[in-house]
């Protein structure tokens, strides 16, 4: 599973947002209130749907635990010049940068062997370090987290080494 490398220039993203632990995992709760919202953001890019992950202390693998808690976004990307006026909406600037583009294929009960592979086989090996920006996969609206034929593009953010 090798990566495609790309470029994302900065994004804007309206969505909504909520503090959580892998330990009080509230993925669903957080989708169940974002989906019924998202055709009326203004100005959506596309129909992609962004699950982002932001930390506090940026991202490492080795100390990351249950309990170590992050912002989770389910969001749309929207045009630059969108002025997010929807009270129960949030915005997110996602900054741009270098990322390593993954393919989930399964099910969603089987993103952590995708994760393991990338931490744990991919980085070690490649000639790139973690860079302290959000890690987000991206969906089709179609997608459902049970298909055993799902697809999901899963980013990581990135930087040579030697930067």
Avoid: C
């Avoid at 991202?59 to 045009?79: G, I, N, R, Y």
């Amino acid at each position: 599973m090798e990566p495609k490398m790309i470029v994302l220039e900065e994004k804007k993203m309206v969505g909504k947002s909520i503090r959580m632990t892998l330990a009080e995992d509230a993925t669903q709760e957080l989708w169940k209130s974002f989906m019924p919202h998202r055709q009326s953001i203004p100005d959506r890019v596309d129909e992609r749907l962004y699950n982002l992950k932001v930390f506090d202390q940026g991202f490492d693998p080795k100390q990351f635990h249950p309990s170590t808690p992050f912002v989770k976004w389910a969001a749309v990307e929207v045009l630059p010049r969108t002025h997010n006026e929807d009270p129960g909406m949030e915005t997110l600037v996602l900054k741009g940068g270098l990322y390593a583009v993954f393919l989930h294929r399964g099910p969603a009960d089987r993103f952590n062997q995708t994760l393991q592979y990338i931490f744990e086989e991919w980085l070690p090996a490649s000639a790139y370090d973690l860079d302290d920006r959000a890690h987000f996969e991206r969906f089709t609206i179609d997608y459902h987290p049970a298909d055993p034929e799902a697809v999901e593009e899963v980013w990581i953010p990135v930087k040579a080494v030697h930067e």
